[in-house]
């Protein structure tokens, strides 16, 4: 009993640290207008895609560039091999590409029929170095494009994987507060 309440408390802690930070932006005051027209984020949130280079570094290309309908079935179960299924699965879930297969799709069928292509590489924020940040580039929707930043905390064996911030064609629909500018 005493361990069950124990465990029940650390996982009520742990989600009460996570926050969503980019519902405290309006567009007005995140983005700018460029003299092309188009805008550009100024906002916050740190591991923002417009940040490579002034508030993140690339430190290591998990994932080159692919095109899953282009790998055979081996190739795409090596590939969630590679990026684990925790993580796969995170980042089905925040794209929403599980409610457009079958029930009981595999993650490789997943990949074939609904990216286009991905990318992932492992970054690094300035000044928080014990985040261990994956950036998954996913190209989905034939034009669409999402950054999915997940930060892997290791518990003993096993490999969690948290939301740190989410983009879709530029616009911010996630930040934590642990990637947000204070």
Request: glycine residues 6%.
């Amino acid at each position: 009993m005493f361990k069950t309440l124990v465990i029940s408390s650390l996982i009520l802690s742990a989600s009460a640290f996570a926050q969503d930070m980019s519902k405290n932006e309006d567009y007005k005051t995140a983005y700018t207008e460029q003299a092309d027209g188009s805008s550009r984020y100024v906002g916050k949130c740190l591991t923002h895609e417009d940040y490579e280079k002034s508030q993140f570094t690339v430190k290591d290309l998990i994932q080159k560039y692919v095109e899953p309908s282009e790998l055979s079935e081996q190739s795409l179960k090596d590939l969630v091999l590679l990026l684990g299924t925790d993580a796969v699965k995170k980042i089905f879930k925040v794209l929403e590409l599980n409610d457009l297969s079958d029930k009981n799709a595999s993650q490789e069928s997943i990949f074939k029929d609904y990216v286009d292509d991905i990318t992932v590489d492992m970054i690094e924020l300035k000044g928080r170095q014990e985040l261990h940040l994956l950036r998954f580039n996913v190209g989905i929707g034939g034009g669409n494009g999402a950054y999915v930043v997940l930060n892997q905390v290791q518990h003993g064996t096993k490999r969690k994987f948290q939301l740190m911030s989410y983009t879709m064609d530029g616009d911010l629909n996630y930040c934590d507060r642990a990637v947000w500018s204070k």
